[in-house]
Nanobody, 125 residues
Framework: QAQLVESGGGSVQVGGSLSVTCVAS????????MGWYRQTPGNDREFVAA????????YYADSVKGRFTISRDKAKNTVSLQMRSLKAEDTATYFC??????????????????WGQGTQVTVSS
């Protein structure tokens, strides 16, 4: 059974740093793009960052470029998101995603695949 389990997140002040981590199990991640989306109440989930497992290519939303870093640990089937210089608008529930389309995920605005349960990130001033 495919499963994504997130950890990390929490509360921090503006300008601070946080990280979130996702562990994948129950499926082979080799052909997937692993990434993070976030969602605030009343809004759709929005793409944050992703890494193509096969070749390590990374992709970021413009709003987080230069502040967030996504990385993967192939030995542990883990993807992490390091968040720096956090802003109040980064406050959201962050969801781990495993997209079976690999690098092709960029061709669609609609995410696909497996989801984690979400973890809250709150940035306060």
């Amino acid at each position: 059974q495919a499963q994504l389990v997130e950890s990390g997140g929490g509360s921090v002040q503006v300008g601070g740093s946080l990280s979130v981590t996702c562990v994948a199990s129950g499926f082979s991640v080799s052909g997937y793009a692993m990434g993070w989306y976030r969602q605030t109440p009343g809004n759709d989930r929005e793409f944050v960052a992703a890494v193509v497992w096969r070749d390590g290519s990374t992709y970021y939303a413009d709003s987080v470029k230069g502040r967030f870093t996504i990385s993967r640990d192939k030995a542990k089937n883990t993807v992490s998101l390091q968040m720096r210089s956090l802003k109040a608008e980064d406050t959201a529930t962050y969801f781990c995603n495993a997209d079976p389309r690999g690098s092709e995920f960029r061709k669609s605005a609609q995410p696909a695949g497996y989801w984690g349960q979400g973890t809250q990130v709150t940035v306060s001033s």
